[in-house]
Nanobody, 124 residues
Framework: QVQLVESGGGLVQAGGSLRLSCAAS????????MGWFRQAPGKAREFVGG????????YYVDSVKGRFTISRDNAKNTGFLQMNSLKPEDTAVYYC?????????????????WGQGTQVTVTT
């Protein structure tokens, strides 16, 4: 089992930045790929991007490419989502997830472990 806890969400003006953290406990975090998802009110949960277990590779969906950066610190069992140039349409609950396989997949069922989510609200 891997337990994931997100933090760092909040209220920010458009154009601002936030850094989300995903703290892991339980089984060895460094053996899992990590992904970030988000879910806006009334919408399906969508994939934001992922990072390989060793941090060597990342993947982003087009809507966040160039604005968001995923990283991880395996020594601290923590993953990060740095969000810059935020837009109102980035408003959502953000979730981190972990799995042993493809870090580029947006298929929800492919991710084994999930956090509880953290709210990000971007105002105009």
């Amino acid at each position: 089992q891997v337990q994931l806890v997100e933090s760092g969400g909040g209220l920010v003006q458009a154009g601002g930045s936030l850094r989300l953290s995903c703290a892991a406990s339980g089984r060895t975090f460094s053996s899992f790929n990590m992904g970030w998802f988000r879910q806006a009110p009334g919408k399906a949960r969508e994939f934001v991007g992922g990072i390989r277990w060793n941090g060597a590779n990342t993947y982003y969906v087009d809507s966040v490419k160039g604005r968001f950066t995923i990283s991880r610190d395996n020594a601290k069992n923590t993953g990060f989502l740095q969000m810059n140039s935020l837009k109102p349409e980035d408003t959502a609950v953000y979730y981190c997830a972990a799995a042993s396989h493809d870090y580029t997949t947006g298929r929800l069922g492919a991710w084994t472990y999930w956090g509880q989510g953290t709210q990000v609200t971007v105002t105009t």
